[in-house]
């Protein structure tokens, strides 16, 4: 059977289907694969879209090992003022800073 063939043979089932319940019991029945697939890249899109919202380039990655920001804040203020000392334009990049490793206690 043709997959037009089994289209227009759902088509006329689900139009005697006398109420909305039972509309939506064929439909989830039959094509709740589909459904979900589609739910599902729905999801991953939004994710994608709103993790890569604020997202500029990254002209610098640090990491501070020991950091302790009590005594000294360390922030990207300090890495875009090296930046600019050694001629690197940071208009619309960022420094990436990663302040939580530690070594020993």
Same mark, same amino acid.
Request: glycine share 6%; net charge neutral; charged share 30%.
């Given at each position: 059977? $043709? ?5 227009? $043979?759902?088509?006329?089932?689900? #139009? $005697?289907?006398?109420? +909305? ?10 094509? @709740?694969?589909? !459904? ?13 879209? !709103? +993790? ?9 990655? =640090?990491?501070? !090992? ?17 930046? =600019?000392?050694?001629?690197?334009? #940071? @208009?619309? @990049? @960022?420094?990436? !800073?990663? #302040?939580?490793? #530690?070594?020993?206690?």
């Amino acid at each position: 059977m $043709k997959l037009s063939e089994q289209i227009r $043979k759902d088509r006329e089932r689900f #139009a $005697k289907l006398p109420d +909305g319940q039972s509309r939506f019991h064929f439909l989830w029945d039959y094509y @709740k694969i589909p !459904i979900l697939a589609v739910c599902g890249i729905i999801v991953f899109l939004l994710v994608s879209l !709103i +993790g890569n919202r604020d997202r500029r380039d990254v002209c610098l990655h =640090a990491v501070l !090992i020991n950091n302790d920001s009590l005594v000294v804040s360390c922030d990207d203020m300090v890495f875009d003022r090296l930046l =600019a000392e050694n001629g690197y334009e #940071a @208009k619309g @990049k @960022k420094a990436e !800073i990663n #302040a939580d490793f #530690a070594l020993g206690r």
